[in-house]
């Protein structure tokens, strides 16, 4: 996941021969809301300098 400066998200996944490639944008707040272009949204329940949890709700 890379989250931008100005609120866009990129979910990488991997894609043919194991080359990552970006599923379509989505969206976070400083709040922790995410929100995905394709639908869903998660919550930033923990962020430390080694580790991000996130409660995904589709």
Known sequence: M???PDGTLVEWALG??????????????PN?????????????????PDRLEIIWQD
Do not use: M, Q, Y
Request: proline letters at 6%.
């Open 32 to 48: 922790g809301l995410i929100t995905r272009s394709s639908g869903g949204s998660a919550r930033i329940i923990k962020a430390e």
């Open 2 to 4: 890379e989250f931008r």
């Open 16 to 29: 043919r021969a194991d080359v990552p490639e970006a599923r379509p944008a989505g969206r976070w707040e």
